[in-house]
DNA sequence: TCGTGGTATCGAATCGATTCGACGATACGT
DNA sequence: ACGTATCGTCGAATCGATTCGATACCACGA
């Protein structure tokens, strides 16, 4: 037999080398072999095959191939929240369906990062190989996390989130959306009109909000939200949630509805379908007839699978492009491109939860 | 200034290197630097850190740094279907909320792989570095990724799957908690008692099973809650659900309770909390009662939010400690031991869906 | 027969860090 | 003052593949 004229591994598992050597080529045949280049003859690509088949040979090492090509094949999803708590959220389990479909097309795999304290450790970050991150449900401002990933060269695509420099912005028009829902509740005739926000800041904080806090909201999508009900009515109290889950929109509505009639709102817009879902049940349980004592108002287009047979009045968000195009920008940004930011349309879903104002 | 020993990048960001002759020390006690050796003086660290800093250089790359080390940082959880299928399961989320908390404390990230057609694409595992992966929602039996990362030699833990040799297992007593709760559905008197069961294969297939179809069973735990059942009353009919859902539920209570009274099953052992809430709407639609006309279990102790103040039958498992014992599994298996296979133990909870037989 | 063009294969450099054993210097004991 | 621990730093090998430019080979035409 011929000697090795390739250093080979020492023991353990085959490297490319050991099948090269068995195959009788050099490692560089070897890899043309195994990444399927037209260089490399038919026959001798079926030699390398048979000695890597021979020798429980399972194909090149990633990390090693990581290592020369540059890139992990790795996406990281930044999603702020513990997983248990993010994953409530249908919109973002959409979102992050839409990003899957496309890495998932391209071989890319899709890794979470997720912080019981909000934010992903440093630490992870800093050992983990990552092509790109997309910033999935966190849009915060100011983001440690996002500094970081920075500081270390990992190209960023922000979903709704904060405008920053050399970041791709996947973005949708919140203000106009909550505006046509506010448009709509004021041609019926509302006018005691309130608003069930999402956290301005993860700090826990829940009630109505003045205008220092609002000032140091945390979430562009949240401060949009708000604004596109006062494009219509000019400035409406403000009820914030310490989180995106119907239990929170279930405690908001108590607080805002449980009041003297007069002073009851007549309308109820909600940033989000969960938090909706909450109100509506609130109301139910008040013995508010929505949509004729009340009209509630979502926003998402979720799917809410266990609300029954009522529609909410929502404002929709394509939900799942979102995603695919956050994907999209993370694969061109890992090939060196630039992405223009980009941002999607919403519309008006008119349901059963809003009718003429009492 | 000294002139360089070390060979530095050509261009481009700065490496270990370029930082360590900057600092004017050599590569390995920069590496040590950043590791944070003892074996290094605070002063030395000090100055490695001031010069990276000067440089803008973020810390070692993770790529070179899996390549060295051998491990990437990444675990891989193979959850079967599409996310956006296998995330409405709240089981999963919560298994997976568990895996992280282990895996997050290690700085180690969790990366997703799922796959429309069912399973993970070959290639994806072929691209990405993984150090071991967890089968968290999908323990189908002859599964081919599972024999794929054998191959590679990625360790794997099984949640609840197939039992393959040097693959450890993550276990429930799926067997003895049915078991229990059937025989608290016997003790109440009921006869009339039928099961409805998850998917025994994923081929979108609903409806009775026949000896064939359950003789071709691709999952264990699917199996064992059948025989559950069927330790307490013997053969019962059982119903196949397409896929773990609480439409799938909804569909399956309309057909096995729109039927004659006489023939109406009182008790339905439902295989999932999901199903069983389906279940629920199913009789509601129907203008049963329960528990006065039919009794309804479900299996897992999911927290289903929306359920309102009906407090469910069911078998709790752990999942959360599951996902952590399997993450742990995980960890062991990276760090070169032999983790034992672990059964964790079940319990029944009682609550208001169940009462004695009509 | 010799030159030329095209092609399949090969050599060697390279990606960027980690780690172990060696080495020099300092401190200490006698 | 000299031998010996101790401690901090350094050299060099190594992880396993990819890739570019070079080389050897073959066929073909003049």
Same sequence: chains 1, 2.
Wanted: aromatic content about 4%; charged content about 20%.
């Amino acid at each position: 037999m011929g000697h090795n004229r390739y250093r080979l591994t020492v023991s353990g598992r085959p490297t490319l080398a050991t099948v090269a050597t068995r195959a009788g080529v050099s490692p560089s045949t070897a890899s043309l072999a195994f990444s399927g280049s037209p260089r490399v003859t038919a026959a001798t690509r079926e030699r390398v095959l048979t000695a890597a088949a021979a020798l429980g040979y399972a194909g090149p090492d990633p990390i090693a191939a990581s290592l020369r090509r540059g890139r992990s094949g790795v996406i990281g999803a930044v999603v702020g929240e513990r997983l248990l708590y993010a994953f409530r959220d249908p919109v973002a389990i959409q979102l992050l369906d839409g990003i899957t479909e496309v890495l998932g097309s391209h071989g890319v795999g899709l890794l979470l990062l997720a912080g019981d304290t909000g934010r992903p450790s440093t630490e992870q970050i800093a050992r983990i190989p990552l092509d790109a991150a997309i910033f999935a449900t966190c849009g915060q401002e100011d983001d440690p996390a996002l500094e970081t990933l920075r500081a270390r060269g990992v190209p960023v695509v922000v979903v709704e989130g904060p405008v920053v420099d050399g970041v791709t912005l996947i973005d949708i028009d919140d203000r106009r959306g909550v505006a046509e829902v506010a448009r709509l509740l004021h041609d019926l005739g509302h006018r005691r009109v309130e608003t069930v926000a999402m956290p301005l800041r993860l700090d826990g904080t829940r009630g109505p909000v003045d205008a220092s806090r609002r000032a140091r909201a945390h979430y562009r999508d949240v401060r949009h939200r708000i604004e596109g009900v006062e494009d219509v009515f000019g400035p409406v109290p403000i009820f914030e949630t310490a989180s995106n889950a119907v239990a929170e929109g279930i405690t908001a509505g108590r607080a805002l509805l449980d009041v003297p009639a007069h002073r009851r709102p007549t309308a109820l817009v909600a940033q989000s379908d969960v938090l909706a879902a909450g109100i509506l049940q609130a109301a139910a349980e008040l013995g508010l007839d929505v949509p004729g004592d009340l009209s509630v108002a979502g926003f998402d287009g979720a799917d809410l699978h266990w609300l029954g047979h009522v529609r909410l009045t929502t404002v929709v968000q394509p939900t799942e492009v979102k995603g695919r195009a956050a994907a999209t920008a993370a694969m061109a940004l890992v090939a060196g491109d630039h992405p223009p930011d980009v941002m999607l349309p919403v519309h008006l879903r008119i349901g059963t939860t809003t009718a003429v104002a009492p």
